[in-house]
């Protein structure tokens, strides 16, 4: 059993007798029942994925960012050029992109992953370098990848999760660099979900309609020549996906298996999602959608998996943007399950148990 | 003039020329021209209310939750007794209830101010005493408060205020306690919106079917009892009100008058915001939603504002926790706007400039 079949048969079920004590918990603190809307209910969803009643409170929250290049900007789907992609690199590791300012905000640790940029980069102290290939090929003419490197991508996002969670990684986010990368992640999608090519894919940094209407012709045909079959993940990977995507599929499964929660961000982190679950569905419960996308394809990707995203703020950054503010939401839940008082402890009277009851004294 | 007249004349228009240079440095940021999507308008909202075209980061973000009490729960309209409002303070005060843990979470400092607890409160370091009546009086039988004392709560919201903009807060929050106050929030919301009672009246802490009629006809038997105009705001709060409310509208004006940014939290501070504003229209550009509470009042609020809150989360407690989380956003956003680098400083090439051409070379 290789690294990647271990990794998915690691998954087991959220911890029903955690989620039973959180929710007791929840209903003995200071506010009216449920009050607290969402916020009660991420709490029980981190008691039931970290196995702990009383969820610890997040110490070393790591937003893990995987960069690759597409063979399909060959065909003229992004207004970027590839050569982007490295620039962005150095520009997370000299801290000045959205995902390092975010990250720094919410108190969390940036891992930059080069899993398939078409540059030779730098060596550099904050880069892990798990290179499977220097892009993808065009998928518009040829698979993305071959079997063998989409285990190469997935294993290498499951073995850099690991090293995370083994240096103290207690709550993991997604995040991705790549130019031309919002294509592959449309293909992803509307393979998986059956849903329109044209429903699934966006403007990504800002097409226009001219534009817009020759990236969904170029998935369109690429679906057309490939047939990816939509119940099988690995294959849709390898014939249209992208060597980041499997990456962050990789961490998704490796944050399952060790019981900590994957904040996911936007639709590039969801397309990977969908990858994941497509391998093993029993991830799905350990997933937080971070926000909900600009990019309309998310939509559907939230839809298939049963999510709802905790933030809505009109982004397409990526990066892991999203996943990072959303990082603060599952912390402050968490805080508010550990540090609230209950009614006894804080010498508050309780509303009134048999509220039918009070209200026929007191509607006469 | 009194402190209030002082305090509306003091409030002017937002810093365009701020804003145009927070927008034009935006755009040199170093990702897709607007794919941070509400925080980049927050960014730029901020240089608009503080003046600054690059917003200090906030350091002393501050939340201010007024607490009174309600003659009209006499009728019946809370599951909770009177006797919960005080109780609360003391939870507050005791760093226990949600808004402590919310405000902790985002570095917030939380000041606790009784304009109208009914009850007598043990004097507390933490506790600033600026009681004007001991609750209002049962507006189903009588206006809820003089003209006299909805002054008093009003300028007990602007010195309490001042005070805190004088020591250092940057940044304003509000927050309310007062078992019962979904009752006057939803008159004031009739009343100013011009909505159907039934359309702007929740169960609060959780009342059932019967009880929600019963809160329902009780608001509705006051308006007509007292038809409160409209276009006068202190009509409104006199006959309605809360002195909690008029002493977070308090808060709303001074935040304006010296432009500190104001990040409303849910219902009843989004009643408070519409005496305001009523007050004085001029404020509407300096408040920043929070979050779309549970009360479904809360809708028409935002309509009345022009407001787009910035999260929900199916929160519905009040004491300013949906405001403390939005800090945090807000916060962001102003972190962006200074820490990200520009294309320029990273070495990061720019999309094609003229995409139109690009797209008609590329789409051949």
Known sequence: MGKLEETIA????????????????QDT?????????????LSIKVAGITGQALPRAFEHPTVIVMAGDHGITADGVSLYPA???????????????GIN???????????????????????HPGLVNRKVAPGTANFAVQPAMTPAQARQALEAGIEVAEGEIAAG?????????????????????????GEPVAGVTGRGTGLDDAQLHHKIAVIEAALR??????DDAMDVLCK????????????????AAHRVPIVVDGFISGAAALIAAGLCPAVK?????AHLSVEHGHRAVMRHLGLVPLLDLNMRLGEGTGAALAISIVSASVKVLREMATFGEAGVSEAAETAADEADSRVK
């Not at 990250?103 to 540059?119: I, L, M, N, Q, T």
Request: no cysteine; hydrophobic share 50%; net charge negative.
């Open 10 to 25: 690691g998954v087991g079920p959220l911890d029903s007798a955690a989620m039973a004590a959180a929710k007791a918990r």
């Open 29 to 41: 603190l200071t506010k009216p029942l449920g009050a607290l809307g969402r916020l009660e209910e």
């Open 83 to 97: 050569e982007v992609t490295p620039q962005m690199v150095y520009n997370f590791l000299n801290g000045g992109a």
């Open 101 to 123: 300012v975010l990250a720094r905000h919410v108190g969390a640790k940036v891992v930059v992953v080069d899993v398939g940029v078409a540059a030779e980069l730098a060596p």
């Open 169 to 193: 990684a207690d709550i993991l986010a997604t995040g991705d660099m790549g130019i031309g990368n919002t294509t592959p992640s449309s293909a992803i999608v509307a393979a998986i979900t």
């Open 225 to 230: 020549l490939h047939q990816p079959d939509a």
């Open 240 to 255: 249209v996906g992208g060597l980041e995507i499997g990456g962050l599929a990789g961490v998704i499964l490796a944050g």
């Open 285 to 289: 419960p350990y997933l937080i959608a």
